[in-house]
């Protein structure tokens, strides 16, 4: 594991770490839960797709924290100026693993804020519990992108269930949502099977690519 600082287009300092496979044939950005409800790099989604990608061989992953949480510079600013550090993660990920496909993945709040990205190096999207309402689904650029995305919903999610979810992206290119059974919004005990459809999915872009 490496400790690193990204800096955003508009001067930010990013708390982040970076893991896995010195030469990869597949790279992950990986981003957290809303801020103002405890939300860091270190919490169990986010935490559990890490370790998992980190142990995947052949795979790079970073995580980071969102600005003003932790060691991040700046203020939380409701998904819109986030944008700007997932892309910050992006860049360093794709200049350090040239070439290779890269996935986005996140839980809740950064699951959305990652669905707002439109850049033609992201080869999929894994994501964990999206409200999809923290940002307008309007801005969401992955609905037209052909590169797969899978949500991951809770069966009994408290605030976006399955049906919710499917409802909203009807009409997205190459999008399905896989309902975890018996989970709501935090996973809880069913964290392994949600790590292993996240893992499984990694497999599915690298044979794609």
Known sequence: MADLTLTTSDGERLQAESGGSAEPSLAVVITHPHPLMGGDMYTPVPGGFFRAACERPGVAALRFNFRGVGNSTGAHDEGRAE?????AAIEHLASAAPGVPLVLAGWSFGADVSLTVDDDRVAGWYLAAPPLRVVDPAEMAAANSPAPKVLAVGERDQFNPPT?????????SNTRVDMIAGADHFFGVELPHLV????????TVVQGS
Not at 164 to 172: E, L, N, V
Not at 196 to 203: C, E, P
Request: hydrophobic share 55%; aromatic share 14%; charged share 25%.
């Open 83 to 87: 944008r700007l550090d997932v892309a």
């Open 164 to 172: 919710d979810a499917a409802a909203t992206t009807m009409g997205w």
């Open 196 to 203: 292993d459809g996240f893992t499984a999915f990694l497999d």
